[in-house]
């Protein structure tokens, strides 16, 4: 069982509310969402949700789980992009304010040229 997949479909089924929504939104058969769930509160000894035909509700331990989760699977995202690089390089918007009437002056110019 890939435990870190498992804690995303968990995640996925909590935010959308239903089994079957996160599938939808997984684009993933309900069978494997409803068995990769059931297989995580196997491995846990804990029960995570409590499910009705209308909805999902955490159980105590399921709150405090899906909290670890939501923390170590950014943890997860963050240090594949430090790896990848993505950090290594400045990116985005750099905005420059003068700083005294003089440069204020020669913006101006600059902008009417």
């Not at 239903?18 to 409803?34: D, G, W």
């Not at 499910?51 to 923390?71: F, P």
């Amino acid at each position: 069982m890939d435990r870190l997949e498992s804690m995303s479909i968990l995640l996925t089924a909590v935010e959308a509310g239903s089994l079957s929504a996160a599938a939808r939104r997984l684009a993933t058969p309900l069978s494997t969402v409803s068995r990769r769930i059931s297989e995580l509160e196997a491995h846990l000894k804990a029960r995570l949700l409590n499910r009705s035909s209308r909805n999902l509700t955490l159980t105590d331990a399921g709150r405090s789980y899906v909290e670890a989760c939501k923390r170590i699977l950014e943890d997860v995202g963050e240090a594949e992009r430090a790896a990848s690089g993505e950090y290594s390089a400045a990116k985005g918007e750099l905005n420059i304010t003068p700083w005294s009437s003089a440069v204020c002056t020669s913006s101006r110019s600059l902008w009417n040229f």
